[in-house]
Each structure stands twice: as structure tokens, then as C-alpha cells.
T-cell receptor
């Protein structure tokens, strides 16, 4: 059973460009979470999605960031007009429905904004 | 805002020694998870504790959840170089249905010296 997959693993963007990060949850998992880890800091929650629904986006910056989890295909975290402060590791986690809420993480996408 | 403080922040010990790391909060959690993260990778789930006072063992690792479900500890016996990594605790709040984001601790960076 494949784990959570994220791509790309590394992404370099210039200021003002768009970044698209993809996450495929584990098979059978219907819940997806995105977290951000800034250098030398802990993981911070960004958004929680189920298929076609955003459940909790309280950790998302108000501007430039958006997330979706369509009926078909991976979850996408989209950052428009990136700035240097967006440089971080972005992790996706997934969990099955009602299982002590154990979340399994992908390897992350490391975004570098030049 | 629920905060999880981990101590110590850094720990470097000789192979074969025992160690304990702590995860403390003033908030009550419905469950608490421990992860280990290696450089360039995502957090890997080690254990979930749910019941106050619960103790779980994973080979040389012993995890305990405080009676009041506000704190937890991780004890490693006879540490080995393979135990080196960043140890993260993460708490799940007493849940309003749908609010299942993890709050991560500040992390303990453990180095085992051969």
C-alpha cells in the first residue's frame, strides 16, 4: 500500500510566480491536511479538506493561498505571486475516516523562492 | 491557542544511554501522537496515545500519556545511532466534529553519538 505521495519534492520559483504542490493521499484515505514547516520551526497547520470540501482553513494565509481536493485527482495547494517568505517545506498528511485521527505524512515539497 | 512545549530542545548523548523527552501543555488533548522526522523527509508516525495514563511500548521506546491528557513523555532505553532524529509530539484537540488539525510541539532534536 503506497504511502502519501507529494510532488514535486523540490520546487524553485522566482518572486511573483505561482507554485502548485500536489498530494495524493494513501489509498482509502478521504481526509487531507496541509502543514507548513519554516526553517528551524515546527509544523503549522494550514488547511483540512475532504473530497470536494474545505473543512478547516483557519491556518491558511488570507491572500495568495488556496487549496482544493477534487473528486478525482490529487489535492492541490496553490500559492500565487510567491514571495521569499513562502520558502518552506510543505507537508501533506492523510487519514482514513475515524481512526483515532492518525495522520500519515508525505515526504514534503521544499519550496524555494528566489 | 493550544501550545505544546517539548524539552529538551536539543539532546546529544552516547550510544547505550537512556533518555527521556517531554511534551507539555496546559490544554487537554483527546489524543497525542509522536513522530520522528529525519532531514529532508516527512514526519513518521511512531505511536498514538488516547487514554489518560496510557503506556505504550515500541521496542526500546516507551510512550506515556499523562493522567490528565495534557502531557506525554518518550523514554528511550539503550539509545542507538539509528534513533537520531527530530522527535515531534502532536496533539489532537477535544474535537468539535470536523476540527481535526494537529497541534505540533516545538520538537526535540536527538543525536546519538556512536
Amino acid at each position: 500500500n503506497a504511502g502519501v505521495m507529494q510532488n514535486p519534492r523540490h520546487l524553485v520559483r522566482r518572486r511573483g510566480q505561482e507554485a502548485r504542490l500536489r498530494c495524493s493521499p494513501m489509498k482509502g484515505h478521504s481526509h487531507v491536511y496541509w502543514y507548513r514547516q519554516l526553517p528551524e520551526e515546527g509544523l503549522k497547520f494550514m488547511v483540512y479538506l475532504q473530497k470536494e470540501n474545505i473543512i478547516d482553513e483557519s491556518g491558511m494565509p488570507k491572500e495568495r493561498f488556496s487549496a482544493e481536493f477534487p473528486k478525482e485527482g490529487p489535492s492541490i495547494l496553490r500559492i500565487q505571486q510567491v514571495v521569499r517568505g513562502d520558502s518552506a517545506a510543505y507537508f501533506c498528511a492523510s487519514s482514513p475516516l475515524r481512526s483515532n485521527n492518525e495522520q500519515f505524512f508525505g515526504p514534503g515539497t521544499r519550496l524555494t523562492v528566489l | 491557542t493550544q501550545l505544546l512545549e517539548q524539552s529538551p530542545q536539543f539532546l546529544s548523548i552516547q550510544e547505550g544511554e537512556n533518555l527521556t523527552v517531554y511534551c507539555n501543555s496546559s490544554s487537554v488533548f483527546s489524543s497525542l501522537q509522536w513522530y520522528r522526522q529525519e532531514p529532508g523527509e516527512g514526519p513518521v508516525l511512531l505511536v498514538t496515545v488516547v487514554t489518560g495514563g496510557e503506556v505504550k511500548k515500541l521496542k526500546r521506546l516507551t510512550f506515556q500519556f499523562g493522567d490528565a491528557r495534557k502531557d506525554s513523555s518518550l523514554h528511550i532505553t539503550a539509545a542507538q545511532p539509528g534513533d537520531t532524529g527530530l522527535y515531534l509530539c502532536a496533539g489532537l484537540p477535544i474535537s468539535n466534529f470536523g476540527n481535526e488539525k494537529l497541534t505540533f510541539g516545538t520538537g526535540t532534536r536527538l543525536t546519538i553519538i556512536p
